[in-house]
């Protein structure tokens, strides 16, 4: 099956007085490369979002960010009333001591270090929210690999195409190449009349048939055509195949048939015939292109 390696998916859900958002995108990488953004209270449980998503990914490069907000009525919960007294009193004895009226913003004290705490949250509680936090982020990984598989469907279709234009290319080389000894051999005996006309010379048949086979061994193609074909024929049945990501393997067909393009443009002995193969070498790069994004 063909997916792409670039998708997006969100998902956001409220439970009790949190609001729960998980973003999960995708890009091209050519192993998977997971990178984890959590609220620190979250970040020792890393491993089990993992999973997640190497249960439905095998390629790519994927940003995974959690965000768990507490609404304001409920804030109390993290609030170490204590530690902020402990600072109100210290910044009390402070202006005392210089003899400065005191002038203290409540913003300014909650934000000092340990004033706000997600550690304060009750071991049940926090367990209650992870739940909520994997059952979100398995939403919003089935939302990007749902767009991965839109994607590798448009993918899989330019793929065919190019496929079907090589495939052709390859029969006009095939059916070419069977008639170009034939004509190579015609031409090389209407030359060698001509300079032998007005001599005493006789052309040699037997010397020009080993001419011929020897240009004919040299620039045999048809086991490239072949291979070739076979080639062209499997990637065309895996774009097609259901089961797992195809990537690695439509790669590698890719590569053995640019292989086999570039032998065929050393080989091939008519310049029409190596512009055609020059192309079908195009055709190849073009897929090779392609699968840079297929998973």
Not at 42 to 69: F, K, P, W, Y
């Amino acid at each position: 099956m063909v997916r792409s390696m670039t998708g997006f998916g969100v998902a956001e859900r409220i439970w009790e007085q949190w609001t729960i958002r998980v973003e999960a995108r995708s890009v091209n990488q050519a192993g998977l490369k997971l990178f984890m953004r959590l609220p620190e209270m979250l970040r020792l449980r890393e491993n089990e979002l993992a999973r997640i998503v190497e249960q439905r990914v095998s390629r790519g490069h994927v940003n995974l960010t959690v965000d768990c907000t507490l609404g304001e009525d409920a804030v109390d919960l993290l609030a170490d009333k204590e530690k902020l007294r402990s600072y109100m009193r210290l910044v009390k004895e402070a202006a005392a001591a210089e003899g400065l009226p005191v002038s203290v913003e409540a913003g300014a004290l909650m934000s000092l270090p340990g004033v706000i705490s997600s550690g304060r949250l009750p071991a049940q509680l926090l367990e209650a929210l992870w739940s909520q936090v994997l059952a979100t982020a398995q939403e919003a990984v089935d939302g990007m690999v749902g767009m991965r598989e839109v994607e590798g469907q448009n993918l899989a279709r330019q793929l065919g195409a190019v496929c079907a234009d090589a495939l052709k290319r390859v029969e006009a080389l095939g059916a070419g190449v069977a008639g170009s000894v034939r004509h190579y051999q015609a031409r090389l005996g209407e030359r060698v009349r001509q300079l032998l006309e007005g001599t005493e010379a006789t052309l040699d048949e037997g010397a020009l048939a080993r001419e011929v086979a020897f240009i004919a061994e040299r620039s045999d193609v048809s086991e490239e055509i072949a291979r070739m074909g076979s080639h062209l024929e499997q990637f065309e049945a895996t774009l097609q195949a259901e089961g797992g990501p195809a990537g690695k393997k439509l790669e590698f067909i890719a590569q053995e048939m640019l292989r086999e393009a570039n032998t065929l443009v050393a080989k091939l002995p008519s310049t029409e015939q190596v512009q055609q193969a020059i192309e079908l070498k195009l055709d190849v790069n073009r897929l090779l292109e392609q699968l840079r994004n297929v998973e």
